[in-house]
């Protein structure tokens, strides 16, 4: 019903930037919410930062002041704007987005596929 479409992984030194992206598409009434977890090997996924369609914004602890979370209402898209990365950020990244779906108005949570971040030392 909801497809979440991400870009922008890669290879990157430490203290550089990655940008990543994220359309969804489909049966959408409204996104309540959009965002980034990540989930690195053996350790379970954990949020990095959602944007609430209010504006609020969440943040882990750990990219607080280099992470930069924005959204773009008309194209249900959700950037995530990494800099000063460091080798502990390396993880599969996967975008997450709540949505009211059209019809029932029913809430479902959504996932990307994921993609991968590798931050050298």
């Known amino acids: 019903q909801v497809q979440l479409v991400e870009s922008g992984g890669g290879l990157v030194q430490a203290g550089g930037s990655l940008r990543l992206s994220c359309a969804a598409s489909?049966?959408?009434?409204?996104?309540?919410?959009m965002g980034w977890y990540r989930q690195a090997p053996g350790k379970q996924r954990e949020l990095v930062a959602t944007a609430r369609s209010g504006g609020n914004a969440n943040f882990a602890d750990s990219v607080k002041g280099r992470f930069t979370i924005s959204r773009d209402y008309d194209k249900n898209t959700v950037f995530l704007q990494m800099d000063s990365l460091k080798p502990e950020d390396t993880a599969v990244y996967f975008c997450?987005?709540?949505?009211?779906?059209?019809?029932?108005?029913?809430?479902?949570?959504?996932w990307g596929q994921g993609t991968q971040v590798t931050v050298s030392s």
């Open positions: 997450n987005a709540v949505v009211t779906i059209t019809g029932l108005h029913t809430v479902h949570d959504y």
């Open positions: 489909g049966s959408i009434f409204r996104i309540n919410a």
